[in-house]
């Protein structure tokens, strides 16, 4: 699976943002044809679509691209297939995934599109409903094949559900978790909520630290400066590749001399912590260690 | 739906408590005879009921009245549906809710009341069990055209699971986030947790904040304070109710100039924010803004 | 149900550490082929297992004795049963249980043994992938009759989802707040996660006292040490008991005066409450009350 640490969102009307994509360093990017184009602007954005994308591919944009169509079942839905599912883009961002019928109307279209122009799309499920949280075993489940990543968005969850958001994050820690499992538990990556306070870069760590505790492998970003933390709070740190290899080299004498556990820095280690290892350096391989100048 | 911010509990056979409802400001009444009446009380309390809400409906007490029979299936639950059902109340509270056949007991009660009196009957289910909380999804979407509302009991939950109860509540923040999404993903309010710390104003009201962070509309509430309590903890304060004012005309000036998105005051606001401040300006021309004295 | 405060592991092939058994105070021992016992070590392990349980049997061991066997449908498990299944040992742990072959898989192997030798085995379940916890309310119902306990492992479900381990576990509230819902909903004991920072006293402490204000019966337990913290943090202690008395008293005075709650040292009192006192004082008759030293 390809690396998803950061995935920057712009709105599809906005095409100076837009435009910035190929000199950034996100995992992905979307074209965001839903929340972040108001309603009145989306038919003009849809009929720029075409060119923008062609545009940032011309413009060698190595990363994935994709383009958040709205809400499955909805009128914008079906304008937002026509206008992107036939582009060279990666696949598509489907937001409020609640029900299976969300999955068979945008599979449908999906599926369509790659026997017209014999593309493959992944699909990014959103949840971010009541619904969307308590059917999110079966929904994963039913479309685990087409999806890339199940993110979750704490902004939409919390006012569906008619509550507040906390610095914190305390009043979504269930629903994350939730996401989080189903998407590991189908071996899809998944991918944290938004973190809408763009100025604060130390919260923005924090939370993306705890996200990667929790499993996430990376988080929907609305800034590039959001992009650079993301990218590292994802990342194995120097500090954690070398506690790796430590780990692994003094497990590794043990198993010779017999032994299954040993104690390092304080620890009883075995089996699992061995595997978190490996996972560590095998990881360093691909991603750059991140300086850690971000983590808490 | 009407405005449940605060429940007020007091037991069946305190008549001196019950007479005291007029005179208090909570949205709703709960006459109990469930664990707040000793069971060597509830026959005197069941025969005294009908008088006590007849002068509860004579002193005009507006608000919404309730009467929390036995668990289900009890020989207790018979006695109190025959006693309660026909009575001028607004409906039942039924703790302990575990299995759809407690469902179906309490529903065949109060279908028959309905066709002897003619009246409508709501029901307020407690979920305070272990196998209340594992099965919540299904009985909340079995119930949902009886319900007004779900609400978690931590005191029997963490009785029930062999726990303790902690001042923080992370003891239960798993099944008070379950039973909060089960409501609202079946569009039916959701009441917090007793706190039973009767004296502690500031504990209430953080536990109240958090549980409207949660999603929860109010709080079961045990003393006249508490529903003062609950009461401007469950109402958006001036000040929040300023910030969302300043957030929709600030969002209404961006979507004019053809933006989705806008900063303010630190944050990236888009379409699930602005619902939410529309929603604490609607909400605030319904309830009477909280002085935020009592927020955390 | 026996206590299960402490269940100690110690390696299958570290006959060192299995002798110390007789001498330690755990409710329950673990002899461990899987994670503990290197794979190159485990064929020695499994042949000298029936010579370790006729010491330990003949030491006379008074707790509980059970075998940790690997994943139940792996080419190690076969050989794991068939070495320990007929030994007299109380039951055995199985680790990684996700789904419900796996439940078919060990009880098919444990009932022939049963018949083989006339004797009855228990089964303690590690829930401890992301599969395991998506499906463990299937897994404790489906073989319930034959658990005497649900296990939560920390360190492989945070290794599986992908996430990292915190000192303070609140990546693995979610999980381990559903197994101990799932255990008890089902009537099984559950325990709690393995504490790995041997040396930290204070954080076990804190761990076991958290996990037994969620309802876990007792800890997984790697060294002497813990055994004897756990037997601590999952007694009453002193002071519990004596509050728990008073409660009793003050609430049975109350219930002779026609009162069903009280309030008593800050707290309105009701039924759950006072079943809670109750369960600490029977409590209190079968372990013998802790120090309250390792309290937080």
């Known amino acids: ?26 995992d992905a990017y979307v074209i965001d044809l839903e929340d972040g184009t108001p309603a009145a602007e989306r038919e003009r954005a849809r009929g720029s679509l075409s060119e923008i994308v062609a545009e940032l591919r011309a413009a060698r944009l190595a990363a994935a691209l994709f383009v958040r169509v709205n809400a499955a079942r909805s009128a914008d839905a079906a304008r937002d297939f026509a206008a992107a599912l036939d582009l060279p883009i990666d696949g598509i961002v ?60 704490a902004e939409d969850f919390v006012t569906d559900i008619g509550g507040r958001r906390r610095a914190d994050s305390r009043e979504v820690l269930y629903a994350r978790s939730r996401v989080v499992l189903s998407a590991r538990a189908n071996g899809i990556a998944a991918l944290d909520q938004v973190f809408p306070w763009i100025q604060d870069s130390d919260g923005f760590a924090t939370d993306a630290q705890f996200a990667r505790d929790l499993g996430y492998a990376g988080k929907m970003c609305i ?74």
Do not use: C
Not at 115 to 143: F, K, M, P, Q, S
């Open 1 to 26: 699976m390809r690396l998803l640490r950061s995935l920057l969102f712009a709105p599809a009307n906005r095409l100076d943002l837009l435009r910035k994509f190929p000199r950034l360093d996100a």
């Open 94 to 153: 489907v937001p409020k995934l609640a029900e299976r019928a969300d999955v068979r109307a945008a599979e449908a279209a999906i599926a369509r599109a790659e026997d017209r122009t014999g593309r493959r799309l992944g699909a990014i499920a959103l949840i971010e409903t009541a619904i969307g949280v308590t059917n999110v075993d079966r929904l994963a489940a039913y479309w685990r094949a087409r999806l890339v990543a199940l993110a979750f968005g």
């Open 223 to 296: 800034t590039p400066k959001q992009v650079e933390l993301a990218n590292d709070a994802f990342s194995p740190s120097v500090d954690e590749i070398e506690r790796s290899r430590r780990l692994i080299r003094a497990y590794d004498d043990a198993k010779h001399a017999g032994r299954g556990t040993i104690e390092l820095e304080g620890a009883l280690v075995d089996e699992p912590m061995l595997r978190r290892a490996h996972a560590i350096v095998a990881w360093a391989g691909e991603a750059k260690p991140s300086s850690g100048a971000a983590s808490s």
